[in-house]
């Protein structure tokens, strides 16, 4: 993890935890039904298109985790190739 990640790293409910998708679910319900149910001019498109946004996000979130983790995950690479002599371990425990 970094320690100041950017910006746009975090959802903005993060410290809520599970409890946003107990704030979020009605939302998603509202705006699904006003999509399907509701005449067009009692649509609100902007509503609709939020939640493909955030699934979008979390998408393109999970895509760049996943090839940033993808080299250690092959694990055919070591950064030192030599192991760790006693004088080395010395050193350091007696700094």
Not at 4 to 29: E, S
Not at 38 to 65: A, C, G, V, Y
């Amino acid at each position: 993890m970094a320690s100041r990640p950017g910006i746009l790293t975090d959802w903005p409910w993060k410290p809520l935890g599970n409890f946003k998708y107990l704030i979020l679910t009605p939302w998603v319900v509202h705006s699904t039904y006003s999509v399907f149910v509701k005449d067009k001019s009692e649509r609100d498109i902007s509503t609709s298109l939020i939640f493909p946004s955030l699934l979008l996000r979390m998408l393109h979130n999970q895509i760049w985790i996943t090839l940033s983790r993808y080299r250690t995950a092959k694990g055919t690479t070591r950064i030192v190739d030599k192991g760790i002599e006693f004088d080395q371990v010395d050193r350091e425990r007696n700094w």
